[in-house]
Structures are given as structure tokens and as C-alpha cells.
């Protein structure tokens, strides 16, 4: 089987859910996972003594990890453990856990962590190994973790990498934190490393070549000779093999927007990683045709180079919004014909999986099918408003052409229930204040006959450059999207989207990317 008839991924929904349902045991060579867990604040955080100054920056950790019902049926799942699920040492430790950390944001990170660790160890094949993407707040503890899954039953840790960068602020009370910490284990005593697949040049180790190869072989070849302990033996390096990097990497720039080490490949995704991180571990690890997993796969910087590496893979993200950027990259990366090689599991296809979205009481997940709906419609063109305020009624917003030079905007509101003629009316007053040519409504209900009175007053816009005329508000049911296949085709253009991004109504949170295939270079 070749990588381009094999596996290719890619599950949105809980990866909890989808690891224990959806993924056989042994079946994936390589597993990374960086997950959301977003520590770089102070450590006191931690503990939940949270200080007013850090209150607003801790919002988002405060609103993924909370001592919750789900919290404590994980952890009530952990210590009775009635299917054999849980190592023994992973329930003595979290039981231990308990005791020093009590029932708060960090205890809560702790058990999620080890409910999809156990998961993850469970696919891996024999030969398999797993690497887990942190920084130094909770690091030790995910250790615990981590030893307590692996080892009991053959595995083994094998490295700690320090990630290191220089890239962001600096503190005047501390010294700059600035490395992260990936993990690595083994499932069992054998396991793939590539070493000849990573070597870099000893100039990117701090290691002067000029100074430390001065002798030459026949073939012309630069070396140098280096006795081991005790003078036994004599090893010999070549320059132009390249070295295998130490468990510390300075030479891989961190993203931090449209820079020159971060070339073409930066999306705007909060903690998205470099490609080139990620081709190093899985260069180390992997072969052609192994199957990779990303279990939080966020922008999706591993299957994008998991696909470049001729690599099986399966992706797996909660947020739909996640699911569309990944969805745009791989097609920007390698053509719109690998969208058909794709396997999706877990969007909504017809009337009742969208229902079913809808309806999810889960809080994480409060504004997926707005999301969702209006990706899918837009053919993941829309801008996600993620804006509270004055807006809040625009849920989203796009650029279409209007000529050679010229754009407007469109705005999309989605609702799930209730829709009522008042919700056009309000529409009309959001485009007016938003100074949209278009406006879209997404309904999962169908629209009344009041209400498409109520659009079809708005009048039409002409495009001249299509020769034909839109609707100035359209209404678009649910039903339409995934039964009619219905999508928005009005023209965009790369110089649309930098017109969007220049006005700043936050594209860069997207990352999107042109319809033509192209990553903005602006940096949307």
C-alpha cells in the first residue's frame, strides 16, 4: 500500500470519544500531541490563587480546565477502573494527586491528560512511541503521568527535548522562559530512530567547523578524530555527514507571525508549531507508510507534514474551526484534489447530525454549529467573529470582488432555532452599521414566509463583474448545505482576504487561505 491509497484522517469531536471508538488497538506508529494547555502565565495559576492581574489572561485555561462534571466522572472512572483500563500505578498516583493538588484547574488538566494518554498508549503498536509537546509548568507532573502509563507494561522513557527559542518578551524579575519540553516514549523495548534522517550541519550545533575539522581524507573529505574513554578507541566524524541533534534544539525558529524564519507556513493559529519541529520527529521516528496521529492536530502543522513526508495519518480536533483551517492548508499545500482523499468523520452530513450538533450541552463546544454551518457554507472562506460586544450579532464576515481592485464585505449570522421576521430586520441594521454589500442568514429551521418578504424587500445587488444579481440578504437553511450541497459562490481573491485582514476584523485568528491555493502572505 502506497501513502497516496492509504490513511488519511480526520475526526472532529472529542478525542476521547473518538480514541476509544474510532482507533483499534496497535494500530499507530507515532503519536504527537500538543495539547491546549495554555500555562505560559504565572505558576501560582496553578494552584488556584490567581491574582486580579491575572485574571483576564488566565481566562481561557480557566474555561478549558475547571474541577467540572466531566473532571470528576473522569476521575471517578480512574480510581474504580471496573474494566482493568487503568495501569495501577496511574490510579495510585492520581489518587496521590488529589491529596497534594485538591479539586482545581490543574488536578482537572491531570485527569484529562490521563484518561487520552491511556488511549494513546493502547493504539500505539509494540514498535510504537509517543511524543507529548509541554512547557515547564506542569511538565513534572505530566511526567508522573506518563511514567505511570508506559512503564508498567514494557515501555520506556527515552528522551527529554528542549525545545529552545529566543523569540517574544522578556521578564525583569526572572530569567526569560524560553524552551518548551517534549516527552518521548517507547510502548515497548524496541523502536524506530532514524538518526542518518535528522543530521544537521555542526555550524546550527554552536560548533565551529572550520576549527574542528582540519584534517582531510583522500576523497577530500573534511574530518576530525575524537578518542573515546580510556583512549580505546578512535572515532572518526565527517563535516559533511551533519550530526544528530542533541536533546536540546536551538536551531528551529519559533512561530511568532509573518517573519523569515517562519517563511509561508504561519496561519495565525495561536500556538501553531513550525513544520519544521514536526518534520524532525517524524524523520526520527517513522517510516514511509506508518500511520501518524495527532490527537489535538489544532492547525494541523503534523498531518500537513506527516502528508509531505509520505505518511499515513489521522487527525483529530474538537472545534470545527480547527477541522476547517486543515482542511484549507492541505489543500493549499497540495492541491484541491487531496480534500477528495480525505476521510471526515464526525461533521455533520445530514438533518440529524446537525440537529445533533445543535443540541450539544457541552459548553466547549457552545458554538459549534454556528461555526460549523457558516465554514461549510463558505467553503471555509468566513471569518469567525470571536468578538463580544457592540457585533455580537455577526457571527462571521468575508470579502468578495467587485472588480480588478475593489471588494465588499458579506456578513452571515447563523441560528440554530427561533428565527422570526425581527431577525431580518436586525440583519438590515447590522449591514448598515457593518457597511456590507451582502448579508447571509443560516438557519436550521425553515424561514417563514414573513421573513423571505422580509429579505426579498432588501432589493438585489448587481456584480458586474459576474453579470448577474445576489440577493442583499439571503437566507440559507441547513437543509440546503447538507442535502442541496448548497455553498456561497461569489468570487474571492487573495487581494480580498489582504483587504480583510488590513481592516482588521481579525482574520489572521482563521487562518485562512485564498481560494486560488495560496497562503496569504500577509499572514492570514
Same mark, same amino acid.
Given at each position: 500500500m502506497t501513502q497516496k491509497d492509504g490513511m488519511?484522517?480526520?475526526?472532529?469531536?472529542?478525542?476521547?470519544?473518538?480514541?476509544?471508538?474510532?482507533?483499534?488497538?496497535?494500530?499507530?506508529?507515532?503519536?504527537?500531541?500538543?495539547?491546549?494547555?495554555?500555562?505560559?502565565?504565572?505558576?501560582?495559576?496553578?494552584?488556584?490563587?490567581? !491574582?486580579?492581574?491575572?485574571?483576564?489572561?488566565?481566562?481561557?485555561?480557566?474555561d478549558t480546565w475547571v474541577w467540572d462534571e466531566r473532571a470528576i466522572q473522569g476521575y471517578s472512572e480512574i480510581l474504580a477502573n471496573d474494566? *482493568?483500563?487503568?495501569?495501577?500505578?496511574?490510579?495510585?498516583?492520581?489518587?496521590?494527586?488529589?491529596?497534594?493538588? *485538591?479539586? *482545581?484547574?490543574?488536578?482537572?488538566?491531570?485527569?484529562?491528560?490521563?484518561?487520552?494518554?491511556?488511549e494513546i498508549h493502547r493504539v500505539l503498536k509494540k514498535t510504537g512511541t509517543f511524543f507529548l509537546h509541554c512547557?515547564?509548568?506542569?511538565?513534572?507532573?505530566?511526567?508522573?503521568?506518563?511514567?505511570?502509563?508506559?512503564?508498567?507494561? !514494557?515501555?520506556?522513557?527515552?528522551?527529554e527535548?528542549?525545545?529552545?527559542?529566543?523569540? !517574544?518578551?522578556?521578564?525583569?524579575?526572572?530569567?526569560?522562559?524560553?524552551?518548551?519540553?517534549?516527552?518521548?516514549?517507547?510502548?515497548?523495548?524496541?523502536?524506530?530512530?532514524?538518526?542518518?534522517?535528522?543530521?544537521?550541519?555542526?555550524?546550527?550545533?554552536?560548533?565551529?567547523?572550520?576549527?574542528?575539522?582540519?584534517?582531510t581524507d583522500n576523497e577530500g573529505r573534511k574530518y576530525k578524530e575524537i578518542y573515546g574513554p580510556g583512549k580505546m578507541k578512535l572515532y572518526k566524524y565527517y563535516e559533511d555527514a551533519g550530526k544528530v541533534p542533541y536533546d536540546w534544539w536551538t536551531d528551529i525558529h519559533q512561530m511568532t507571525g509573518r517573519t523569515a524564519a517562519s517563511?509561508?507556513?504561519?496561519? !495565525?493559529?495561536?500556538?501553531?508549531?513550525?513544520?519544521?519541529l514536526l518534520e524532525r520527529i517524524i524523520q526520527a521516528a517513522s517510516e514511509v507508510n506508518d500511520v501518524v496521529l495527532d490527537a489535538y492536530c489544532g492547525c494541523g502543522t503534523t498531518v500537513a507534514v506527516a502528508e509531505r513526508l509520505e505518511r499515513n495519518w489521522i487527525g483529530i480536533d474538537i472545534t470545527y474551526q480547527s477541522v476547517s483551517v486543515v482542511l484549507r492548508r492541505l489543500e493549499s499545500k497540495f492541491g484541491r484534489a487531496i480534500v477528495d482523499t480525505i476521510i471526515t468523520d464526525g461533521i455533520p452530513s445530514d438533518m440529524e447530525s446537525a440537529i445533533a450538533l445543535s443540541q450539544k450541552k457541552d459548553d466547549r463546544l457552545r458554538k459549534e454549529f454556528e461555526k460549523w454551518a457558516l465554514l461549510t457554507y463558505t467553503n471555509n472562506r468566513a471569518i469567525i467573529n470571536e468578538k463580544k460586544g457592540a457585533d455580537v450579532g455577526v457571527d462571521a464576515r468575508a470579502y468578495f470582488m467587485t472588480g480588478k481592485t475593489n471588494n465588499a464585505k458579506i456578513?452571515?449570522?447563523?441560528?440554530? *432555532?427561533?428565527?422570526?421576521?425581527?431577525?431580518?430586520?436586525?440583519?438590515?441594521?447590522?449591514?448598515?452599521?457593518?457597511?456590507?454589500?451582502?448579508a447571509v442568514l443560516v438557519t436550521l429551521e425553515e424561514p417563514s414566509r414573513p421573513m423571505v418578504a422580509e429579505a426579498k424587500a432588501a432589493g438585489q445587488y448587481k456584480h458586474d463583474t459576474m453579470g448577474r444579481e445576489y440577493d442583499r440578504i439571503s437566507i440559507v437553511t441547513v437543509r440546503e448545505i447538507v442535502e442541496g450541497g448548497k455553498r456561497l459562490d461569489i468570487p474571492m481573491s487573495l487581494e480580498v482576504l489582504q483587504a480583510a485582514k488590513s481592516v482588521g476584523d481579525g482574520a489572521e485568528q482563521l487562518g485562512l487561505l485564498d481560494p486560488e491555493g495560496d497562503l496569504d502572505p500577509e499572514g492570514d
Open positions: 488519511k484522517k480526520l475526526y472532529y469531536g472529542d478525542n476521547l470519544d473518538v480514541l476509544r471508538k474510532k482507533i483499534g488497538d496497535e494500530t499507530v506508529d507515532l503519536c504527537y500531541i500538543d495539547p491546549p494547555f495554555n500555562s505560559k502565565r504565572t505558576y501560582n495559576q496553578i494552584y488556584n490563587r490567581i !491574582g486580579a492581574e491575572d485574571r483576564a489572561q488566565a481566562q481561557s485555561f480557566t474494566r *482493568g483500563r487503568f495501569q495501577g500505578q496511574l490510579v495510585e498516583l492520581i489518587k496521590g494527586l488529589h491529596g497534594v493538588l *485538591g479539586e *482545581g484547574s490543574l488536578f482537572a488538566y491531570l485527569i484529562s491528560m490521563a484518561l487520552r494518554i491511556t512547557d515547564p509548568t506542569a511538565s513534572h507532573y505530566l511526567k508522573l503521568v506518563m511514567d505511570a502509563i508506559f512503564v508498567p507494561t !514494557g515501555g520506556d522513557f527515552l528522551n527535548l528542549i525545545w529552545c527559542y529566543s523569540q !517574544g518578551g522578556r521578564s525583569k524579575s526572572w530569567f526569560p522562559k524560553k524552551h518548551d519540553v517534549i516527552f518521548w516514549y517507547s510502548r515497548g523495548k524496541k523502536w524506530k530512530f532514524n538518526e542518518d534522517k535528522i543530521r544537521v550541519k555542526y555550524e546550527l550545533l554552536s560548533q565551529k567547523s572550520s576549527t574542528s575539522f582540519t584534517k517563511g509561508n507556513e504561519y496561519l !495565525g493559529y495561536q500556538t501553531q508549531k513550525p513544520e519544521a456578513i452571515f449570522q447563523a441560528k440554530s *432555532g427561533g428565527v422570526k421576521r425581527g431577525d431580518i430586520a436586525t440583519l438590515r441594521g447590522d449591514m448598515a452599521r457593518e457597511n456590507a454589500t451582502l
